[in-house]
């Protein structure tokens, strides 16, 4: 359970992370959920988390840019008062073949994607190397593992989040902070909208995966129960990857 806890969760009004948002807010933690744009989503689904109990407070805000997440995470810690827990969701994809994707493109998945982790890990850290300790649990995929034709971007930016994951595990560990990341495969979200059949044949299980399953382990994740795991990149692909 995640009691008394604080989660700060980007793109955490829909798809995974507000998955994210409710299962950690029905374990008991308070949550700031921030997002970029479609405001009624990010107060609806900071009124179904608040259902629970705790505080539950949306904050827009550009992860890309390393300024606006600065004074957004001030601002967290204004209303909150702490943060124990940091999930690094917010992502986009621009897909295109590398024959004809332009500059633009790219740059726009890795900013946010990539810059966007960077920017709030490196905002958050300070307050938990203060309070020696805290959980930092960044959304990667499977793509960043074995690469995607159509998606040089996505998978580089997903492939650069690991390497963030293991970097900051490893800085950090001598200050009790845990962070780790979460490789997900086709998951039922607007991402893989129109997905094709033959893909399913592929998956081992036959199915897509759900939003919440992914939300129990990155809950998992952030509990003392996986106090010792740091560094690690767990898929959750129903065997794709395999």
């Known amino acids: 359970m995640l009691n008394d806890k604080v989660a700060l969760i980007t793109g955490g009004s829909r798809g995974i992370g507000r998955a994210i948002t409710l299962e950690m807010a029905r374990q008991g933690a308070a949550v700031a959920i921030i997002y970029s744009d479609g405001v009624d989503a990010a107060e609806e689904t900071a009124r179904s988390a608040g259902e629970c109990g705790n505080l539950a407070v949306a904050f827009k805000c550009d992860v890309s840019d390393f300024a606006a997440v600065k004074a957004a995470v001030g601002a967290v810690l204004e209303r909150f008062g702490t943060i124990d827990i940091l999930v690094n969701n917010a992502g986009v994809t621009a897909d295109g073949l590398i024959l004809t994707m332009n500059e633009a493109a790219f740059d726009k998945v890795i900013d946010i994607n990539l810059k966007g982790a960077f920017n709030m890990t490196r905002h958050v850290t300070p307050v938990f190397v203060k309070k020696h300790s805290g959980r930092i649990i960044n959304i990667s995929s499977i793509a960043g593992l074995v ?61 897509v995966g759900l939003p919440e399953e992914v939300a129990s382990l990155a809950a998992f994740l952030a509990s003392d129960e996986a106090a010792y795991i740091t560094g690690e990149v767990i898929r959750i692909d129903g065997g794709l990857a395999i």
Not at 153 to 163: D, L, Q
Not at 180 to 205: K, Q, R, V, Y
């Open 147 to 207: 690469g995607n034709p159509g998606q040089v971007n996505y998978a580089a930016s997903k492939a650069g989040v690991i390497g963030l994951t293991k970097s900051v595990a490893k800085e950090l560990a001598s200050r009790n902070i845990c962070c780790n990341a979460i490789a997900p495969g086709f998951i039922e979200t607007g991402m893989i909208d129109g997905i094709e059949s033959p893909l399913l044949d592929m998956i081992p299980l036959g199915r």
